[in-house]
């Protein structure tokens, strides 16, 4: 306990003294409302990767905890520095995942406020005691590992207490790997890792594993990953070791669900070729799928949407969950490539009744490219979008209007104002988007069938009786009503756009 309390704070000092300072963009932040902020915080979305409650990581799933849990955060950090943070996170880091909520400096201060209150937490305390000379011998066992004895003396001897300690932290930073996850000054990164090649690990025969005095686990190669997984430095146990000599993996606390899939991949790491029977076909398609359960899995999108039948966490938060996030699985037929382009860019309002928000993630170009790729991949939409002439009103039947007045569309969906008599469950995005932002026959598919392509939907269905129609424009053919309300809704002009922001 004294040792790992004396390497502690050796590094906690090297961490200080190396620190780069920081310039506020705002120096003299205003002061927010806490109870604004908090329900800032519990409405545009930060929910959706950081917890604030009482729940534990394995109770909130990896998604929910996807950011830094933010129970403590004021014992950690400042009012000045939370503000910063919340108003841009790149002018902090240009590598954070953070995105860009896009918030009011008002809502800013107010966050800043509700999250500089958030105390409670003194951390673990100290669980031992030391002295200068504890330090010195700890810096000593190390420098004893790289040099011989009398050299290692003499070296320690001619360094300060406080010499002493920060290049003792320099060195359980090196020997713990703390740089392969965090950026630190001093270690780049051609850093060695600490931790072995796992490119072919489950090719290593058994008795290279080393299961030394663990005999409660079957011998197998599965099992010795999932020991590792689950408790990482079990296999020191009951062995006699110099603290140099024992095992550095940290315990991610991993659930055993976590651990299964750990150690399942980690058993996939072959030497061998495996058959083609065995190999997952390529294609463009399958690449662009592939990247792109990645990308929106390495940047949470999946926290607030369902993609593909997973993810949507935020939903379960919500009193109603029509006013999530959508689910964004059709998104390549539904929506005009080029509008999604300068949408992912540049967030707009499309549904201004809601509070939660799509946030800015500041990416470039390419990845957006392979979200447009990834999206045209799930709806198989092979090679460009699908193309559809400009429509004018004198082009449009009158049965189109008639139709859309008749089904009474506007009851739900905005036009410009938000209707006063409606709830804000019960509304819809504004329809002046749909020839800018939806895809023709996407509109088509919408109006056939919506619960087919969005399953719980509010939109109802309209034609129950195709290729017939309880409606009597056409003569009742359904196919043609709703080719001519869809050309009709293909007329409208002047909502929101991303396109018109610049992009």
Known sequence: ARRNEVEIDSVVSDLFANSEDHEFAVRRPPRGSAARGEEVVAS???LACHIVGDESRLEAGPRRTFGQPLQSIGDKTSYEWLFDWVRDPRHFSNETYMPDLRLTDREVADVAAYLSGLTGSAGQPAQATYEDGDVRDVLLDYVRSVLPSAEAEELVAGMSAEEQQLDLGRRVIARYGCYSCHEIAGFGQETQPIGIELTEEGSKLLPRLDFAFVHDIPHTKIEWFKQKMRDPRAFDRSRVLQPLEKLRMPDFGMSEEEVTLFATAIQSFQTDVQPLAAQVPRSARHDALREGRNLVRRRNCVGCHEIEADGGDYRDLLDDPSLAPPMLTPEGAKVRPEWLYAFLREPITIRPWLDVRMPNFGLEDDHWNGVLDYFAAISDVVGPFRTHDPVTLAQVP??????????????????????????????????????????????????????????????????????????????????????????????FRGGPSPLRAGN
């Open 44 to 46: 545009v979305g930060c």
């Open 398 to 491: 009158a049965e189109g209007r008639e139709l859309f007045d008749l089904l009474r569309c506007q009851q739900c969906h905005v036009l410009d104002t938000i209707p006063a008599d409606q709830p804000t469950d019960n509304l819809a995005p504004d329809l002046r988007m749909a020839s800018e932002r939806l895809q023709p026959e996407w509109i088509l598919d919408w109006l056939r069938e919506p619960l087919a392509i969005q399953p719980g939907t509010r939109m109802p269905m309209l034609w129950t009786e195709l290729p017939g129609s309880f409606y009597p424009q056409f003569g009742q053919d359904g196919e043609q009503q709703i080719e001519a309300i869809r050309d009709y809704l293909l007329t």
